[in-house]
Structures are given as structure tokens and as C-alpha cells.
């Protein structure tokens, strides 16, 4: 198990920049598939993004790509979210989660994570 925690949120207009952080407790960081969720008030927990263990494998939600780049510092036990030109239809909670368990793809479904944080709150005026 390993305890996550987000930070870096906050409120910026359309065509802004954030970059979220989600420093992770334990030992087995690096041997964690991480993601990156997020919840609009009235609708589902929603996939955004994910990285392998190892940082070399990525994949991104349709309405993100292009614009929102995952990466992690195993060292420091840390995932990073930065999000570029953001649109007010980005307006959410983010959550930072993690999964032990292996796949032979990068997890997209709420289900397959057994880890998550608190979430941080981000906020894109028009």
C-alpha cells in the first residue's frame, strides 16, 4: 500500500498553465503504475492519464492529449501532472492513484488502481 498525497492546484484562467504533484509514502514507488483521475461536480470519476513504472510508457485521455503531460521522478517517489492551455471544461478534482498489481497495459478504469489521494482542486475561469 502507499499513501499519496496531491498539491499544486488552484484557480487559472483559460489558456493557463498547472502543474500537479502527487508525492507517494513507501518504499515500492517505482514498482507502482501511477494515474491521474478527475471528478467534474455532477459527473463520474473520469480517466485522464497514466505512466508505467519505469516512466517510459504513457497514455492520455482524448480530451487531454496534446495538452497534459504525465511524467514521474522515482527518486523522489513523486508524479507530476502538467496541463497546458487549459480550458474551463477542465475544472475538477484531480486524483493522484496507484496500482501494484500488473498489467500488461496502462490501467484506465477507476477499478484497477488501489491507491488514492485526497485530490486537489483545479479551477479554469473563461
Known amino acids: 500500500q502507499v499513501q499519496l498525497v496531491e498539491s499544486g492546484g488552484g484557480l487559472v484562467q483559460a489558456g493557463g498553465s498547472l502543474r500537479l504533484s502527487c508525492a507517494a509514502s513507501g518504499r515500492t514507488f517505482s514498482s507502482y503504475a501511477m494515474g491521474w483521475f478527475r471528478q467534474a461536480p455532477g459527473k463520474e470519476r473520469e480517466f485522464v492519464t497514466a505512466i508505467n513504472w519505469s516512466g517510459i510508457r504513457t497514455n492520455y485521455a482524448d480530451p487531454v492529449k496534446g495538452r497534459f503531460t504525465i511524467s514521474r521522478d522515482n527518486a523522489k517517489n513523486t508524479v507530476y501532472l502538467q496541463m497546458n492551455n487549459l480550458k474551463p471544461e477542465d475544472t475538477a478534482v484531480y486524483y493522484c492513484?496507484?496500482?501494484?498489481?500488473?498489467?500488461?497495459?496502462?490501467?484506465?478504469?477507476?477499478?484497477?488502481?488501489?491507491?488514492w489521494g485526497q485530490g486537489t482542486q483545479v479551477t479554469v475561469s473563461s
Open positions: 492513484a496507484a496500482t501494484s498489481r500488473y498489467y500488461s497495459y496502462l490501467p484506465t478504469e477507476k477499478d484497477e488502481y488501489s491507491d
